[in-house]
């Protein structure tokens, strides 16, 4: 990553860094190419582009997802999503896969807790999911400000009516940040009932982050049983083969 951030969320979890000028934080000399080379060396299959908003070191970005692709490399990039359609459509033919934030589904929040507008982050979602990129949409409840439900559910009809039923969505606790250390963190209980209606709208991959101890397993979609086991971040069992669960060989969407 490197500092900056095209948006000023007031609850920013990363705020020293997505706030702040490259000048005023501590940094190292990685050029792309020493970014494949150190993966590669490492043993890892997938280089991320995450922490800050990499939309605001695109060229550098770009640069690497260019090198890491010609290496045999998977491209992931962790963003707000806030990009034009041009840029992105010249990523898109290097990057693998794309966790987008829908911070609400609401234009006048996103102004006042964001510092941004909800179409353009509505058509980069539904342009890197038509050139092939995998997309999951991360919305992070935050209480006073996203947590009300109606809005949630419409986002959930927007998601399966606009992209289908496999887009993985992930509901995350909010924890007090920043701007907004005053508020607290996200009920279980919210978190719940908008995993319960984003299942009720058909979704069939939806999971809740930030909370210790919770389900987040990935499940069959046609027999229910888990094919992929985690424990926090961790994997503790994989049942997929060849991109299908093992149990009733229904395909499993994701990259496998």
């Not at 860094?17 to 940094?27: F, G, K, V």
């Not at 999951?136 to 986002?155: A, G, H, K, Q, Y």
């Not at 993985?168 to 007090?176: I, Y």
Request: charge should be positive; hydrophobic fraction near 35%; glycine fraction near 6%.
């Amino acid at each position: 990553a490197v500092a900056g951030c095209n948006l000023r969320c007031k609850n920013c979890q990363n705020h020293t860094i997505s706030q702040a000028s490259p000048l005023e934080t501590r940094n190292i000399y990685l050029p792309p190419q020493n970014v494949v080379k150190e993966a590669i060396k490492s043993g890892c299959s997938t280089v991320a582009y995450t922490y800050s908003e990499p939309v605001v070191w695109y060229e550098y970005m770009y640069d690497t997802a260019i090198l890491a692709r010609k290496a045999g490399l998977k491209n992931l990039m962790i963003t707000c999503g806030y990009i034009n359609p041009k840029p992105l459509e010249e990523l898109s033919k290097y990057m693998d896969a794309a966790n987008i934030d829908l911070k609400s589904f609401d234009s006048n929040i996103y102004g006042k807790l964001n510092a941004g507008t909800l179409d353009p982050v509505l058509n980069a979602i539904k342009l890197a999911h038509s050139k092939g990129i995998w997309v999951e949409i991360t919305n992070l409840i935050v209480p006073e400000w996203t947590d009300n439900i109606d809005m949630i559910r419409s986002m959930c009809q927007w998601i399966r009516s606009t992209l289908g039923k496999d887009i993985p969505l992930h509901f995350s606790r909010f924890h007090p940040m920043f701007k907004l250390a005053h508020l607290y963190p996200t009920p279980a209980k919210t978190l719940k009932s908008a995993k319960k209606i984003a299942q009720q709208e058909g979704l069939n991959y939806v999971y809740i982050g930030n909370v210790a101890g919770i389900d987040s397993n990935t499940y069959c979609p046609q027999c229910k049983k888990p094919v992929i086991n985690r424990k926090g971040y961790l994997i503790t069992g994989n049942s997929i083969n060849n991109g299908k669960c093992k149990y009733c060989q229904t395909p499993v969407a994701g990259i496998w």
